[in-house]
């Protein structure tokens, strides 16, 4: 059974780039595709993007311009990066298995965007 | 983008309720439509995918129906485990959430 965590910083500056990582556990990373998605009280659930194992990478087109998703096939890791972050970009982030369909989730990460 | 929107936002119901949630998408969007059951403090959890299908080791009083812009999920029988909040989403075109049905406790 999959298992997803996530792991980066909890709080981040206004205008910097938020980083985190998303340890799988249970399953390789090849051959499947690998989503973020986030939740705020003030946009709800959002998905982000996903990455399948083969680089291909699509993206929510209100967020394409900061964020770029990638993955480290020898850590059996992907990554999320959202460029230029505000305080709209505080949410609890969370990384899940499928492109645009989840049925196994991390247990999110809360990340904060403040000076 | 394709809008989601769920009714009621907060539904009472009691153990042994049977519990219908909405929800209409702007445009039709086929079948593409899943159901997730979120606890305070949790990931959300897929129940229904392809408007109807159940998730495996989804209990089978949870059911899910509908095509183009409406859909429905139905909990036959309300259990103390089932008070959450319910999303809908859809997956036709990119990927959007409804804004959630919390499910309390009468």
């Known amino acids: 059974q999959v298992r997803l965590q996530e792991s980066g910083p909890g709080v981040v500056r206004p205008s910097e780039t938020l980083s985190l990582t998303c340890t799988v556990s249970g399953g390789s990373v090849s051959g499947y595709y690998w989503s973020w998605l986030r939740q705020s009280p003030w946009r709800g659930l959002e998905w982000i993007g996903y990455i399948y194992y083969t680089g291909y990478t699509n993206y929510n087109p209100s967020l394409k311009s900061r964020v770029a998703i990638s993955e480290d096939t020898s850590k059996n890791q992907f990554s999320l990066k959202l460029s230029s972050v505000t305080a709209a970009d505080t949410a609890i982030y969370y990384c899940?298995?499928?492109?645009?369909?989840?049925?196994?989730w991390g247990p999110g990460i809360m990340v904060t965007v403040s000076s | 983008d394709i809008q989601m929107t769920q009714s009621p936002s907060t539904l009472s119901a009691s153990v042994g309720d049977r519990v219908t949630i909405t929800c209409r998408a702007s445009q039709s969007i086929s079948d593409w439509l899943a159901w997730y059951q979120q606890k305070p403090g949790q990931a959300p959890k897929l129940l229904i995918y392809k408007a109807s299908g159940l998730e495996s080791g989804v209990p089978s009083r949870f059911s899910g129906s509908g095509s183009g812009t409406e859909f429905t999920l139905t909990i036959t029988s309300l259990q103390p485990d089932d008070f959450a909040t319910y999303y809908c989403q859809q997956y036709s075109s990119y990927s959007t959430f409804g804004q959630g049905t919390k499910v309390e406790i009468k």
């Open positions: 899940a298995t499928g492109e645009l369909l989840h049925d196994t």
